[in-house]
């Protein structure tokens, strides 16, 4: 009987032992190690340097069907496409008459509000107007905003705010140069500034992305 019992309990001791050694493998041939050269890096860190994602997509609301456009249609994986995107909205600016009231109310988005709105890549204006209204960069990104910011005061005032219409115009200056202002808003967020498209187009916060050196720099879509 004793000698029944002290087999059994050998047997134990030998399945036991042969399972933690079983176990301690496994452990040791799962642990991951950095390749040579390689530090590891907090992944709160590794997105940050990434950026966040705010490149606009879809069909723009109220003009969007009206016009043939979406803000798909500008990717640098199509250039051909975004220009000819660009050339449609920068024809509104050329072919729509403002009045009076609304002149003023465009002037007050694209120069007043958050000290207006500039191309800002492609050349230094201080806005993609004067103070009077007039043009103040001819390059097609400009004529593009003006054009948005005109239509959409013209055929749909009631239905957008002057902060909505800015918003408008900076969501396209966003993927008209998508490298850049993906930059900038990776630089905003670490400083704890709210992300919108106000923030990161407008020239409220102009040139925050100076002297960064992460992000994909001056990518441009469409020609100036």
Known sequence: MKKDTATTLMIGLLIAVAFIGAYNS??????????????AQ??????????????PRGVPAAYGVELGVSYDDVSADDQQRADATIRKLGQLDVSITLDAAQ??????IAYRME??????YCCGARSVIFENGDPACGCAHSYAMRGVAKYIITQHGDEFTDAQILEEMGK????????????????????GVELNYINIASNKYRGAEKGATQGSGGQMVGGC
């Open 26 to 39: 496994y452990a040791i041939n799962t642990i991951s190690v950095p390749a040579a050269g390689s530090a």
């Open 42 to 55: 907090p992944v709160a860190q590794q997105t940050a340097l990434q950026g966040p994602d705010i490149i």
């Open 103 to 108: 002149k003023e109310r465009f002037i007050n």
């Open 115 to 120: 000290n207006g709105i500039s191309c800002e």
């Open 172 to 191: 396209w200056k966003v993927l008209f140069f998508p490298g850049i202002m993906t930059q900038k808003a990776a630089v905003l967020q670490a400083n």
